[in-house]
């Protein structure tokens, strides 16, 4: 049962005190008032103890192995006072196995002594501060258990505290030595829930989906950080591979009509299609195995999933730093950024629920080189990327606290209003690929481009059923169309959503056939093209594209630019046409919607500048609404935009500061009368305006210019 | 426990400041690198620039635009090559000196380095052979002829903020081990003092520990330059650094350095 904390304040009577009030009965630990001595300027940080079933959009890492006893204790004291009751720690495996000295349920014990909540983190992840980022050596010793990238190469990590090659998932030295590990850990886990409730009943444990995402070239990837097909390409790979081509079209769907056809789907001319499925295939088979491994048995604990990504131990950043700490240890910021825009997009799925993204800026890496102005847009970035989908983003406690108080309180205030769903990133506009970390092609980046991050790469349709923010779905050309897949993607466009998928030869002929009695029933086609020729059917509420791919000579002459006008165009079908854009392009933006009793969405738009200097535009509304400042909209007293704080129109001359954000609260409409029922907030948005404030200008309010049509 | 490489503490002794976000003014910007694979631009360098934009595009196009700019050009190739050899080394801080190593004599021995302004090319030599100063003579002057071939050096900075503590553990001239030492087992009385800490730590690995006693402030200043000798005999003749044990032999070893400058 969770705890919840109903009621905090601040009191001042002593200055310095922080009482906390629980009318928690489950866990009388936590019911009795408890007296926290805070430094006058810290920073609280989220005391929601009882969410154990998602992460902080800031969580703290604090790796229990990296200290001894005293010093552990002293740093949990330190947390506490500072009113820091969350934090994360990775378990590498030769920490675990070697540990005689039990200091890991020490660390549990003493965490839920100073009632703070942990979450081990226990997939293997590169950036850890252990050798080998925590995989065991005699795993990395064999060269026959190492990946090897699409250039038939040894992909490797060049971070501290030492480089080394990635090894192979698939290999079946790496996998026995996994399940020895994580069969360990659950035998630690239950006996913890056994022998230990209270330190169990703060304690989360998180598995990641690994170093499948790292499959990549560090020569292509250095170019453009998803070009090209990611995965493993070592022997072990290869045999796997072949074995699971063998099996998957070994099902009776691919063998009818004809069983003589099987023989198509295995050519190689749908071997890139083949190994992309694989990889993803080979991804969700260890994430699942994992699960089961360390969810046998574990009543109390509750296992989550997640999808760490560490920027800098990405294969497109091998070569930069690499040539950064030779020849000076600047941090690349604008890469660091740019790999935001395109990790942040991908998201895995994970038993039909779509994984939180965790960006964890490890301190082995240049991040750590960086100005701080550049270090705080990148958390905040994250934050707003990540965290505003129920992720998160991971900094070592003392690179956090390093931070002044000013930046922290002001990202904590933001990062609670994510936590508690006010403000959330809904994407309306999904891409199913056959493999999450493969490139997308064409469409993929002109949709990303147009929609930015109201747009989402998936790898399996599963969750679009629970998920009904997405209203339009383009499917990748090299996609595999079966009869069960195609029967629920046209349910779910019955709903009143819009469907893109390629005329292309992958579906399976039950698919086909469906596909066919769907179009006899709803026989409304409208037949267009636009660079690219597609037919529009009618199905139910919704519609169903069906794309030609272009012919080669149309895509060289006209490049990438031949899907423009057809993206539009299923935009618009869609409605998720971008309600703004800058005419500076410099200039990126994230738009929030705020969850709330109110007949109008309304929106928090945040205006992101990672220029080093202040940048002046336009913004460009599709049509009138109401801009604020959204410190002030959202303490006003509806809680809402209100008229006199308001500017309307469809042009708002903006400025952004060097590595500032901006933001915005904008709403198409402000109602007049107060309506009933209208939920009201806490302002903890007053100081939001300001972030960044120390090291950028102070921001200015939007000002209205004369009036453009956008078109 | 203890990490053989705990790299966070060995950073916070050794490595650099923080870079400038603001690039210099006026004609005084640096040389800029290029990484190049093929006619493709992998990566630039240029402290405190974006040139983010030009990555995957053509490296001639590059050098046409910044003809009033000194370029230094890079081959992947070559990288790679230099990456390669890394893996013998133990860890990061070796890897990277590695590297560094391999990058000075390919630049020296070709004349593309040559061809910058003296100002550009004494930038970059010095970005390359730039080592902390304890850290260079321990292990590449010639102190390293007379040193044991197995020894402990123990640092403890004072600050306001509290103790920071670092252990080396030196083998055969290179640094074998680096991480803050476990001395729980001392209680809290023992572990203020120099000698006792000295002892236990020499008793625990079966080598010769030297100790090292001084302030932050004072550590940080002669991190940055590049041969300190001469303010650290200074001090240690002050008194603001205090060694443990007190070997007539290490201060021999400082005076020498700073009259014969090797």
Known sequence: MPCKIRDWRLEKAEEKFLLIYSENRQNPSFSRPRRVTVAKECVILLIMVGERRKFFPIELLLNYWELNANSLRLVLEELYQRG??????????????TDISHSLLRFLQLAADHHIHVTLLISPELGVHFPNSGIPKDILKNTDTLAKSSEDKWISVFLPPNQFYLPSQLASDFQKRYSSFLSKFQVFLSDLEKNYPLAAKGLSVSLGGGLWKYYRSPRTAAIDFFEEETGDRSKGAALSYRRWVEEYYAQEEFLHPNPSDVNR????????????????????????????????????????????????????????????????????????????????????????????????????????????????????KSILLAGSTGGSVLVEYKDWLSFSNVFRSRTEALARQLFERKLRLKPRVAYLAPHVWSAGGALWEQLANFN???????????????????KLLCVDPAYIFRKEEIVSLLNWVEQGKVLVIPRSPLFTYAAQTELEKKFKAHDQQLDLSLGIPYTVHAVGRGKLVIFELPDRKAYEKSGKNLWNPFVQSILGLSDQLPMARFENSKLTLISLERVR??????????????????????????TDVFVSDLATAFS??????????????????????????????????????????VELFQTEFESLAKINMEVDPPIRKPQKVEEKQWN | MELSYDWKTFNYFFGSSKASEVPSAGNDLGPLVVLKDGNRIVSVL?????????????????????????????????????????????????????LKSQALVHFQSGKELNELRRKNRRQIIRSLVKKNFLLQATTQSWWTRLLPSTYGVFMRLDAKDGAREIFLIFRRKSLEVFHEADLTSLGSERIQKPSEVIRYLSEKHSIPVQGIFLQSADWAKWSQEFEPWREIALALWKGQIQLSPNRMGIQILIYLKILFRI
């Open chain 1, 597 to 622: 009793r109110w007949p109008e969405i309304q929106q928090g738009i945040f205006v992101l500048n990672s220029a080093p200097e202040a940048i002046s535009s336009p913004l460009l509304f599709n």
């Open chain 1, 265 to 380: 789907w295995k050519s190689r001319r749908y071997e890139e299609v083949n190994r992309r499925h694989f990889s993803q295939h080979a991804e969700d088979l260890s994430r699942m195995r994992a699960h089961h491994l360390v969810n046998k048995g574990v009543q109390q604990i509750p296992i989550l999933h997640h999808e760490t990504f560490t920027p800098e131990a990405d294969p497109g950043f091998i070569y930069g730093n690499v040539l950064r700490w030779v020849l000076g240890e600047t941090g690349d910021f604008h890469r660091l950024s740019s790999y935001l825009d395109q990790a942040c997009l991908r998201r895995t799925v994970f038993q039909g629920e779509i994984c939180p993204n965790l960006i964890f800026w490890t301190s082995m890496g240049n991040f750590s080189k960086l100005a701080d102005s550049e270090r705080q847009f990148l958390i905040l």
């Open chain 1, 452 to 470: 930015y991050c109201n747009t989402q790469y998936v790898a399996s349709s599963k969750w679009l059923q629970q998920d009904r923010s997405v």
């Open chain 1, 636 to 677: 006003g007293e509806l809680g809402g935009i209100e008229a006199s704080h308001a500017q309307k129109g469809r042009r708002f001359q903006l400025e952004v500061p060097p590595r500032g954000i901006l933001p915005l609260a904008v709403q198409k409409d402000i109602p007049v009368k107060t309506e009933p029922g």
């Open chain 1, 84 to 97: 820091i009751f969350r934090v994360s720690s990775f378990v590498p495996w030769p920490a675990f196995e």
């Open chain 2, 46 to 98: 240029a402290r405190g620039e974006d040139w983010s934009a030009w990555v995957g595009r053509s490296v001639k196009a590059f050098l046409e635009k910044q003809e009033k700019r000194e370029t230094l050009v890079l081959e992947l190739k070559q990288m790679q090559q230099w990456m390669e050899n890394c893996g013998e080394q133990g860890h990061f801080h070796d890897q990277k000196e590695l």
